[in-house]
């Protein structure tokens, strides 16, 4: 069955590349793109398919198809406190709160529980791909795995790994984790489900041994699969990791071969020049989580300097450091963290102004580039942005219908631009009126398509 979207389409094609296109067209087969552009006719006769044979979904003036919104960096089982405990900083938070959240996940039920809610309103947020760090708990991991693929998510999912500095309730040995890991993998393999992933997760350098980071490392070349963890989130975590490891906070990492193209890691808010150099030679990726970041005292991440340094860069909630499952929420903080940035570098307004080394020539980052790190950006940092991120032939059409008059019908005609502007500073997931992962209609039965 062929199905052609038409009307407003957006999408990036990279950092600085925004398109619009007015009166656009998406055409998707067996969940495939295999026609994008603004001259649906031309299409239609150069391809020379029969307009009777496929169903068209004309977009009203309002709306408009956005690529699906990608979550680098998310804890499902700590949904279970979204909202909960964010005001002390990140060791503090872990000991008191997470920990003991996470620890109760040797109950399956209560597992089965949120993370059937976690995929749901991440889904219903938008978030069409995303990067999970589940528990130590390998079962209730796999319940995890299932319930992103019975609701059609797109997900990687690891299971965490901690053997050490972690309190006594909720700590593995090493051959507990490594064997876990393993099992794991396989596990997953088995389920067979194209959206499905593993991801090496050892939680962070500081609950893992040396040998155990070792041993994970292994294991993600052997079997060629995804890596995610933390790194460099807050100074006092910094301090004690480069105690223990005698190295930084990326060359910990580094000697177990943990940095690979295929890796990502969240944070990365205090990295030093060196500590960049490394993770772009090794082609390693930085999943932003403003909303941690912020809640947790963390501090503020410079994504421009990142990107500048050709690290590819994607958001994460960070749920429940973060305290919104919503990617596009996501995106309002990168932006309000850069403008904070902004007054740092730029304009004093703290007299003296607490930035060591103000950067005159800071960027703040535009919607449209926050809108990038949000899909395509997180794609890539991913890499799976040889499947999704955007609208591009021979992708899996992975989008979300958006309707900006849902609520209220905007009080004058607005340019295709605005209507992203829009969406991105007033919306929320009401305005997500359908969410599609290859091809598959996930929210909105209205719009059910191959
Ligand atoms: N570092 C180690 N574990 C965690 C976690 O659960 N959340 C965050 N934000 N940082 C971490
Ligand atoms: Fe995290």
């Not at 591009?392 to 958006?402: C, P, R, S």
């Not at 969410?435 to 039965?445: I, L, P, T, Y």
Request: some cysteine; overall charge negative; proline content about 3%.
């Amino acid at each position: 069955m062929l199905t052609v979207y038409r009307g407003t389409i957006v999408h990036t094609k990279s950092f600085n590349e925004f398109e619009s296109l007015k009166q656009g067209f998406v055409a998707v087969e067996n969940g495939k793109i295999i026609g994008v552009g603004d001259d649906y006719e031309d299409w239609l006769s150069t391809t020379k398919i029969d307009r009777t044979t496929l169903s068209e979904v004309l977009l009203t003036e309002f709306q408009f198809l956005s690529p699906g919104f990608c979550d680098g960096h998310i804890h499902a089982p700590q949904y279970a406190q979204i909202g909960l405990g964010l005001s002390v900083p990140l060791l503090d938070w872990l000991n008191k709160y997470t920990f003991p959240t996470e620890a109760k996940y040797v109950d399956q039920e209560f597992a089965l529980g949120i993370y059937k809610s976690v995929v749901e309103a991440t889904l219903r947020c938008g978030t069409t791909l995303a990067s999970y760090f589940a528990t130590n708990n390998l079962e209730s991991t796999l319940i995890l795995a299932r319930e992103a693929a019975r609701q059609g998510q797109r997900a990687l999912i690891g299971k965490v790994c901690s053997n050490c500095n972690s309190p006594d309730f909720y700590v593995e040995t090493t051959d507990e984790s490594v064997k876990g890991t393993q099992s794991f993998v396989k596990a997953i393999r088995e389920l067979n489900n194209p959206l499905v992933l593993p991801t090496i997760t050892p939680r962070f350098a500081l609950s893992c041994s040396k040998e155990l980071l070792r041993e994970l490392g292994n294991i993600a070349k052997s079997n060629d699969v995804h890596v995610q963890s933390h790194i460099s989130e807050n100074l006092q975590e910094i301090k004690v990791v480069k105690d223990i490891f005698k190295t930084s906070y990326a060359g910990a990492y580094d000697e177990a071969g943990l940095l690979t193209k295929k890796t990502v890691m969240a944070h990365g808010v205090h990295l030093e020049d060196d500590e960049i150099a490394l993770l772009r030679e090794r082609g390693t990726s930085i999943i932003h989580c403003p909303a941690s970041n912020t809640n947790l005292n963390s501090g503020l991440c410079d994504v421009q300097r990142l990107i500048n340094a050709g690290i590819s860069v994607g958001l994460g909630t960070d749920v429940s450091g973060g305290n919104s499952v919503s990617i596009l929420h996501a995106l309002n903080r990168a932006l309000d963290v850069s403008k904070h940035l902004d007054f740092f570098n730029k304009q004093d307004i703290f007299g003296t102004g607490p930035a060591k080394t103000p950067n005159r020539d800071y960027q703040q980052l535009s919607y449209k580039q926050a809108f990038y790190l949000a899909t395509l950006g997180g794609a890539k940092a991913l890499s799976l942005d040889h499947i999704t991120g955007n609208f591009a032939v021979g992708k899996e059409f992975d989008a979300l219908l958006v309707d900006v008059s849902i609520l209220e019908k905007p009080h004058r005609t607005l340019t295709v631009d605005e209507l992203v502007e829009k969406f991105i500073f007033t919306g929320d997931d009401r305005n997500i009126t359908a969410v599609f992962v290859a091809g598959k209609c996930v929210k909105g039965s209205k719009w059910e398509t191959n």
